[in-house]
């Protein structure tokens, strides 16, 4: 019954598309320094997700942006560059944001289902939540290289004791998705075993489907259900560090008004309208400047219901979950960039490494792509602390300095390596070991 009104509501939204069809202005000439795109559409709720996950997703800069959405209809502005600062001129994007958000595009189907699980024979989707750990990344990463599976595209996000991933495996023989309900069980059960480790307070879940999602909308979301916006009675983080967000109420309009200035960097928006769509807010009203080194957005928004924020502890929780959306994507640590030829097993090796030498993971990106592996790793040592720069020199002599680079920060040595570089990942170094070998079999059993 609950399928059949899905589909009746997708049909009626599929009606009004029709007849009141979305344009989409791009111009060039307006503004000096970006790129003007102007959205005209019926309005719905989570339209302004949508509009912002497709312009985020072509890793497009956002500098300004005016919301509005009174009424049954929908306009957004935006000032665009790409992430050099330049106007956008490839008509190959220009004709993608034409697609995808103009009257030529296909239905964009609800977010409802755009998070959900579509059917996919190119690889499976594991999602995973639970208490970060130094070498959680390295123990997952060997689980899944013992059970035959290849990582091909992976996103891991921690935030306040939580950690979040994720993961796009194959099968290491078919290097196709794995369909087999068995192995998908164990492979869950397994997973499952060692995001709890020695946890008994918090839980762990693990989700194993044969589909695609949303990678980034997705980890907001697993983020949120784990409840990592509340602050422990142990929280450490410097409070001027924190996102300034405030929330009030303008009675004579009957909206709530929420402020946030934080460090500007790619992606805030979509971070910040992820969340309150998530918490089924309707964003009426927004100013967005980016274009300084601190960002401002200021919303107009009401609950889904038609109400504004009616308590102190509903403004509480808005305040925090927003302050946790904008953290979670925070780039804590040194950033390191491995990237070589692809194989089974990369990803357990490097993350072994890391492990071995006290650092802990506290954000990664995994993409393979024609063959090749280009992954991103932002470290801490095991007591939270920046890494010296003997520990780097070690971990870079181990896997190849020409593989393994510090990026964004000149205190440490991109040296060419005095050995040839042929020297790491090719020869016995690398060598797949069991978990037993690893000493992590007693955290399966």
């Known amino acids: 019954m609950e399928a059949d009104s899905w589909d009746m509501n997708d049909e009626y939204e599929k009606f009004i598309r029709r007849m009141n069809p979305p344009r989409v202005e791009i111009d060039n000439e307006t503004c000096k320094n970006a790129t003007v795109i102007r959205v005209d559409s019926a309005n719905k709720h989570g339209i302004l997700l949508e509009v912002v996950q497709v312009l985020t997703d072509l890793n497009l800069i956002i500098t300004k942006a005016y919301i509005s959405s009174d009424g049954g209809w929908f306009m957004d502005v935006f ?231 009616n308590s102190e502890a509903e403004r509480e929780r808005v305040i925090q979950c927003l302050e946790a959306a904008i953290e979670r994507r925070v780039s804590e640590g040194l950033k390191l960039e491995l990237c070589t030829s692809d194989r089974v097993g990369l990803l357990s090796d490097v993350t072994r490494i890391f492990r071995e030498n006290s650092l802990s993971v506290t954000r990664a990106e995994v993409t393979t792509k024609g063959g090749k592996a280009i992954n991103t790793f932002y470290v801490r040592d095991a007591a939270g602390n920046p890494v010296d720069a003997k520990t780097i020199d070690a971990i870079r002599q181990a896997i190849g300095q020409t593989i393994l680079q510090v990026k964004g920060n000149s205190d440490y040595s991109n040296s060419p390596p005095q050995e040839s570089s042929t020297r790491f990942l090719f020869g016995g170094l690398f060598k797949s070991r069991s978990l037993y070998n690893l000493g992590l079999a007693r955290s399966y059993s």
């Open 79 to 309: 000032n665009v560059t790409d992430c050099d600062g330049k106007k956008l001129i490839d008509e190959g994007i220009l004709d993608y944001i034409r697609k995808f958000l103009g009257a030529d595009s296909h239905f964009i189907p609800s977010l409802r289902r755009s998070v959900g699980v579509q059917p996919s024979n190119d690889h499976t989707s594991i999602e995973l939540t639970g208490t970060d750990r130094p070498g959680l990344l390295s123990e997952v990463s060997a689980v899944l290289t013992d059970l035959k599976c290849n990582v091909v595209n992976a996103e891991v996000w921690t935030h306040n004791t939580r950690a979040a991933a994720v993961m796009h495996v194959t099968d290491e023989i078919t290097g196709s998705a794995i369909m087999d309900p068995e192995r998908l069980s164990k492979i869950k059960k397994l997973l499952c075993n060692v995001l709890k480790g020695n946890n008994k307070t918090r839980a762990a879940k693990t989700v194993v489907s044969v589909g695609v999602t949303h990678t980034e909308r997705r980890l907001h979301q697993m983020m949120f259900a784990d409840r990592d916006y509340e602050r422990s009675g142990h929280d450490t983080t410097d409070e001027n560090l924190r996102p300034n967000v405030t929330v009030v109420n303008w009675y004579d309009k009957d909206y709530s008004v929420v402020t946030i200035r934080s460090r500007d960097r790619p992606k805030l928006l979509f971070d910040t309208v992820c969340t309150l769509t998530d918490m089924e807010y309707v964003v009426f009203h927004a100013n967005v400047d980016a274009e300084r080194p601190e960002a401002y957005q200021e919303y107009y928004i009401r609950h889904i219901d038609g109400s504004p924020v």
